[in-house]
Each structure stands twice: as structure tokens, then as C-alpha cells.
């Protein structure tokens, strides 16, 4: 694989659910994830946004193939790993990772933390056995920034911040290239999330990691990301180099998302854009655009009647559009 090519390649990924309309109604197909490409270079950071809901979870499952898409593809080392069985995904699982948003239920409470890490190189037969695994669990720990004697306790002995840094020990026990993180911080004190989105960072730096991020603070996804995917009701809407994306947003969904943070720098002043109304149901996804019911800019037989496809309207930035240019 050639430097530039892409660690992880996603096209026209769709992911459905077979749910009931209320209590009782009939099955219907729910598509929370609807035709989404992206591709994610080594070493980089795709983060991902979207309001609750447009189906960044989902999506960050199926590209590790949690899921099944019912459509597309992925590839993974420039290896198509669409269609690969479970047995046949064992060796690849453990390159790609996952960190959860929290950490309490994703850590099983009757396991000690250093039993949870080793379970993990257990899982895929690494890091030997006996004294030269309990020392590796223990390096482990440390480089997240626990103390290697915290190995024997449980995981409600620890704080939220340091049970997440548990997961990321968990996640990165087996030498993963890619991980899928989805809202990590979200569920953490303020005062927390900044150290674990630097320990993320120093992790990255110092290992050479692949990160899909997922999160609500956009902030914080600046913060983190090379560039940065914006979601609405399954799809991508706007995809750019994070400088661009937060320089010159140009989907009116990613202005209006922006326009309610905060910004201090007045070289970067915003009209407000409030968004009015509530993401719709994908069950009944609007026509044309889907966000054209709350967009302030939709024109009426041209947003409600046809969906637009993305446009590279600056390099590298995509945008899904009728009217901007
Ligand atoms: N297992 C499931 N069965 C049925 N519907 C599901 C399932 N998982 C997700 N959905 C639906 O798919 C859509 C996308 O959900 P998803 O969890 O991926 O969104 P999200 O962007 O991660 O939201 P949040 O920001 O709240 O985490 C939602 O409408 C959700 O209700
Ligand atoms: S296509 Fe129309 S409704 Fe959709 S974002 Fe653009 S202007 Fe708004
Ligand atoms: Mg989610």
C-alpha cells in the first residue's frame, strides 16, 4: 500500500434496521446510514458531527463491520473486507478498535482493570503469558497515565475520566492501526475531557494512529481532527480539511451546527443561525434535500424535489448542495 492511500475506504456504505411503526404498526426499513463514502489516510483524523440521531454510530460501526451494511463497501488496508466472514475478520479486528462513549458500560465490573486489559491480548494470542503479560499490562496502563499497581482494582474504584483511559489502554493492548471513537468524552466531567483528548492526541503522535472521532463539541473536533465529515439523517453533507470546514462552512446545516458555538475570536464573527425544529424521523425522511424543511436558505421545486449530490467545491472540500457555490 502506497503512503497515500487511503487506511480506510468507505463507498456508498448503507446501513439499515428492520424497526415497527409504534407499539404496533408495521415493519418498516430504517436507513440510518444512506450512501456514505469517506476514506481516511494513516495517521489522520476524520472526525465526524451530526446532531443525535444522523447516524454516526452506526456508521462508525459498520466501517469496523459491527454491522452489515446492505450496501457499499469498505475497505480496510486496501483490502476489500465487505463481504469477509467473522472468522476470517478475527485478524483484522484487532488492527481496528473501538472506544466507547462510556466507559462504566463498556467495562465489565466483576473483571479487575488489569484482567480487562489482558483479556484483550488474550482474545488475539499476544503479549505472552504469565509475568511477561502481566508486564505489558502493566506498561500499558501507565502510558494511558495510571499507575501500574491499579492493575488489581475494579473499575468502580476509578473516577470516569480514569475508566476511560482503562478503554483506551483496553484499545490500544492489541496495536491497533485504526480506531473508531465514538463520543469519548462526552460523558466525562469538563474539566477531564481535555486531558483525555491530549492522551488521545500523544497516543496518535507516538503510534502512528488512525482515528475516526466521533463527537457533539465541535470545539473539540477541531481541536483533533485533519478534516472533518458532517452528518444529517444518515448522509454526509459536508466533508473538508478542518481549516476549511470551520474557515468557510458551507452547508447551511454546518453553518447553522456552528453558529451555536461559542467563538471568541472576533476575526471569526457569526450570524447566528439558529435551527429550528427537530432532526425528522429517517423512517420518513423529508424528499429532495433532507434538510430542506429547517434549512433558512431552501427554494421551494428545486430543495423538496431533487437531492443533491455532493460537489468538491474548494479542493478537497464536498459539499451537498443545490445553491451554494
Ligand atoms: N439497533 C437499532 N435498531 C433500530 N434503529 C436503530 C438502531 N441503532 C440505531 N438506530 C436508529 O438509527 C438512527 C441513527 O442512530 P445512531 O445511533 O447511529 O445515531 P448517532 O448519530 O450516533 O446519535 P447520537 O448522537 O445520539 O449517538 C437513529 O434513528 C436510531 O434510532
Ligand atoms: S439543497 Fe436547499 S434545502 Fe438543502 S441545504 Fe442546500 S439550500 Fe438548504
Ligand atoms: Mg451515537
Do not use: W
Not at 465487505?82 to 465490573?109: C, E, G, H
Not at 466531567?189 to 507516538?206: F, G, P, Y
Not at 444529517?232 to 453533507?237: C, D, N, Q, T
Amino acid at each position: 500500500m502506497s503512503d497515500d492511500a487511503p487506511l480506510v475506504e468507505a463507498r456508498g456504505l448503507r446501513t439499515t434496521f428492520r424497526v415497527r411503526r409504534g407499539m404496533f404498526g408495521a415493519e418498516a426499513t430504517l436507513r440510518a446510514v444512506d450512501g456514505v463514502s469517506l476514506s481516511i489516510r494513516a495517521g489522520e483524523t476524520l472526525g465526524l458531527v451530526g446532531e443525535s440521531g444522523c447516524g454516526k454510530s452506526t456508521l462508525g460501526r459498520t466501517v469496523l463491520r459491527l454491522l452489515d451494511p446492505s450496501d457499499g463497501s469498505i475497505a480496510f488496508e486496501g483490502r476489500d473486507i465487505t463481504k469477509l466472514s467473522q472468522s476470517a475478520l478475527r485478524p483484522v479486528r484487532r488492527r481496528m478498535q473501538m472506544i466507547f462513549q462510556d466507559p462504566y458500560a463498556s467495562l465489565n465490573p466483576r473483571m479487575r482493570v488489569g484482567e480487562i486489559v489482558a483479556e484483550a491480548l488474550e482474545i488475539h494470542g499476544i503479549g505472552g503469558a504469565g509475568r511477561e503479560r502481566a508486564d505489558r499490562v502493566e506498561a500499558l496502563l501507565q502510558r494511558v497515565g495510571l499507575r501500574a499497581d491499579q492493575a488489581s482494582r475494579y473499575p468502580h474504584e476509578f473516577s470516569g475520566g480514569q475508566r476511560q483511559r482503562v478503554g483506551i489502554a483496553r484499545a490500544i493492548a492489541v496495536e491497533p492501526r485504526f480506531i473508531v471513537a465514538d463520543e469519548p468524552i462526552s460523558a466525562l466531567d469538563v474539566s477531564i475531557q481535555a486531558q483525555i483528548v491530549n492522551l488521545l492526541k500523544d497516543l496518535q503522535e507516538e503510534l502512528g494512529l488512525t482515528y475516526l472521532f466521533v463527537a457533539h463539541d465541535l470545539k473539540i473536533v477541531e481541536y483533533l481532527s485533519h478534516r472533518v465529515a458532517v452528518m444529517y439523517l444518515g448522509r454526509v453533507v459536508e466533508q473538508a480539511p478542518a481549516a476549511g470546514l470551520y474557515g468557510e462552512p458551507l452547508h447551511p446545516y454546518t453553518r447553522a451546527l456552528l453558529s451555536a458555538v461559542p467563538v471568541p475570536d472576533p476575526a471569526r464573527p457569526r450570524r447566528r443561525l439558529v435551527l429550528s425544529g427537530d432532526v425528522p424521523s429517517p423512517l420518513d425522511p423529508p424528499s429532495g434535500c433532507t434538510f430542506h424543511p429547517r434549512c433558512p436558505m431552501a427554494k421551494k421545486g428545486v430543495c423538496d424535489a431533487e437531492s443533491p449530490a455532493l460537489r468538491e467545491l474548494r479542493p478537497g472540500h464536498v459539499v451537498a448542495c443545490h445553491l451554494v457555490d
